[in-house]
Structures are given as C-alpha cells and as structure tokens.
C-alpha cells in the first residue's frame, strides 16, 4: 500500500511474522531532479533486478512483481464495474434511456483509474545497498525512503487473505519514529521472506558495531 503512496485495497490483516533487527530512526529524503533508477518517470515492468543505468556506484534497483498490478485493476474493475452497471441500469428504468448517460463518469474513472494503477505499480521500486535500503515510488511527485540498516526496530512480513490469494506478500520496516516507517508492497512470499532475514541479518551486524 503505498506508505506515502497508494494504500493498497483489500483486507490486510493476518498472516504476519517478524523479526526484530536494531534500534532507532529512519531517514527519509525527496530527491530532486530526474530520478535516478532505470526506465524514466515509471519504471520498469515486471519484477526481477534492473540494472542501473548510471556511473558505477549507483543502487541496482528491484521492481514489484506484476501480481500487485492484477490484484489492484481487480478491485478497481469490480468496484467501478457495479458503480457503472447501477449507474446506467438505475436511472435508464427509473426516468428514461436517455438518463442511462450517468454511467459515462464511473466508466471514464474506471478508465483512468486503469492506467494509473499500472503508472502507479511502475513506480515502485527498492535497492539494496552496503549501508541501507532505498524505497523508491510515486508517480507525480516522486518520494525516496532510505532506511538505515542500523536504525531497524523490527522487520515483519504481513499478507491478508487477498493477498494471500493472489500469492503476494508485504514487508513492514518499523523504526523508533512511526512517521519514518516504510512498507514495501506486493512482493513474491519467498522474496519477502529473504528480504526480512538480509534486513534483521544487517540491522543486527550494524546495531553490534561488525
């Protein structure tokens, strides 16, 4: 869901499991400029590692994997696709054919909502690097998380029976201040997993001074 972005739609409760990893903090900056991953202003399709296009140093950059963009444009379809059916079907029987036309404004937001649910999944992205973890989205206004390792309370991995279902999974990183907490949604199980195991593992080395 998008923490600073988009919530994601859905129930979200159960299935949790945490690790605690270190203590304080969290840091949280807004680049300036273009950004700096691959793929412009949205990103890149698909999941995997994205090379980075820049000098050598820059982060390599993972996206989110498809299956958030389907569980999202589902929700979207079946709530628009009701809103629109009761808006056509309702006055068309009640007042006339002619009043059918209501349903033209919840198709046109199903539309857009279409393809911005895709700019929005896009725009995801997080790279792992020595010292910490970069948490890269938005579609207008682009937002950049970095997260120290050594700076972690506790990482956990969250999935709601929607998500479930889909075969999707979050990872939830907590430090000391909630308004420096990061979320990153929409992620494979097992890549959820071994990413909070790498977190608690780096967030326990850097807390102990390794």
């Known amino acids: 869901m998008e923490t600073g972005s988009p919530r994601d739609t859905g129930p979200t409760e159960t299935g949790t499991t945490a690790r605690a990893a270190g203590p304080v903090g969290g840091t949280e900056k807004e680049p300036?400029?273009?950004?700096?991953?691959?793929?412009?202003?949205d990103g890149e399709r698909g999941s995997g590692r994205q090379e980075p296009?820049?000098?050598?140093?820059?982060?390599?950059?993972i996206?989110?994997?498809?299956?958030?963009?389907?569980?999202r444009r589902l929700l979207l379809v079946v709530w628009l696709g009701l809103l629109t059916?009761?808006?056509?079907?309702?006055?068309?029987?009640l007042a006339g054919?002619?009043?059918?036309?209501f349903a033209a404004l919840p198709l046109a937001l199903l539309i857009?909502?279409?393809?911005m649910l895709e700019r929005n999944w896009r725009?995801?992205?997080?790279?792992?690097?020595?010292?910490?973890?970069?948490i890269g989205r938005g579609v207008l206004w682009r937002k950049e998380t970095v997260v120290p390792y050594g700076r972690m309370q506790l990482v956990e991995v969250t999935s709601g029976p929607v998500e479930r279902h889909f075969g999707l999974a979050s990872v939830q990183l907590h430090t000391a201040a909630a308004a420096t907490d990061a979320t990153?949604?929409?992620?494979?199980p097992a890549e959820a997993e071994r990413l909070r195991d790498r977190l608690t593992e780096l967030g326990e080395a850097r807390s102990a001074g390794l």
């Open 63 to 71: 996206a989110l994997p498809p299956g958030l963009l389907r569980l």
């Open 32 to 41: 300036v400029g273009a950004e700096r991953g691959p793929g412009g202003a």
């Open 85 to 93: 059916l009761a808006a056509g079907l309702v006055p068309g029987l």
């Open 97 to 101: 054919p002619g009043w059918a036309a």
């Open 123 to 134: 725009s995801w992205r997080y790279a792992e690097r020595a010292d910490d973890l970069l």
């Open 184 to 188: 990153i949604p929409g992620l494979d």
């Open 53 to 61: 296009g820049g000098a050598d140093g820059e982060p390599v950059w």
């Open 112 to 115: 857009w909502g279409w393809v």
